[in-house]
């Protein structure tokens, strides 16, 4: 395939790296240096576009691919109080988007156990429920998307929390959950590429469901298998449905 980088920072350059080691040639890279001038009939004859930018960049480059008719997968997060919004206009434009807060093979399948988990433990209300997340410094979301897929996994399986609350420790004063509530505590310390724990608790025990990246490296490959599982569709998808873990 012909892929567009839409964003060249640490992923970007990993995610060229693996596009290259699987056979397919880089279209173009877009960065803050180019991207003011670009226009859909630049990016025309492309397979696809991966983004990995910043979330107002992202809406930005997700219009311009529908424009031109390039499919484009989305790992920027912090866009998603928009999605309904873009979803709309992709159906419309009869694009092809496909999106995901994390597109690492391993995420994904803790995804999946996480709602097994939660709906394991939903009978069982001495236990109380938490996500933990770790990012480095210069990530500029919080919570990450990860943990809101994580927490929406969780509510979605659960009687009795109904809403996430967030809080980034040392930023803010400390939030004290409603008994309805799920707390994500957010943590930016160091360079690291993210760690995100479930924490079930009681009087008796404890319960922890960890992930940890050891590097970029999953987020990146998995994206590029995401652009080619897109390749030659239509439509508004989630990264989720590339996997399917119930067979």
């Known amino acids: 395939m012909n892929i567009i980088l839409l964003g060249y920072g640490k992923m970007g350059q990993i995610i060229e790296r693996y596009a290259l080691k699987r056979g397919h040639q880089i279209f173009l890279v877009v960065d803050e240096h180019n991207r003011p001038n670009l226009t859909a009939d630049d990016i025309k004859g492309a397979d696809v576009a991966i983004d990995f930018s910043v979330p107002f960049a992202a809406l930005d480059n997700m219009n311009l691919c529908l424009e031109a008719g390039v499919p484009i997968v989305v790992g920027t997060t912090g866009w998603y109080d928009q999605l309904e919004e873009v979803k709309a206009k992709c159906l419309e434009a009869d694009g092809s988007i ?139 998808y989630q990264v989720t449905e590339i996997f399917d873990f119930n067979k």
């Open 98 to 236: 496909l999106y995901g807060s994390n597109f690492s093979i391993g995420v994904n399948v803790f995804f999946h156990i996480n709602r097994m988990l939660a709906k394991a433990l939903q009978p069982y209300k001495q236990y109380d429920v938490q996500v933990e997340e770790i990012h480095h410094i210069h990530k500029l979301d919080a919570p990450s998307g990860t943990a809101i897929t994580i927490a929406e996994g969780i509510l979605d399986n659960s009687d009795v929390k109904t809403t996430w609350v967030n809080t980034v420790i040392g930023d803010q004063d400390e939030i004290i959950p409603k008994p309805q509530e799920l707390l994500i505590e957010s943590h930016r310390i160091e360079e690291v590429p993210g760690t995100h724990t479930v924490l079930y608790s009681s009087e008796v025990d404890q319960i922890e469901f960890k992930h940890t990246a050891h590097s970029r490296d999953g987020f990146a490959l998995g994206a590029v298998v995401a652009a080619e599982w897109l390749n030659g569709k239509r439509g508004f």
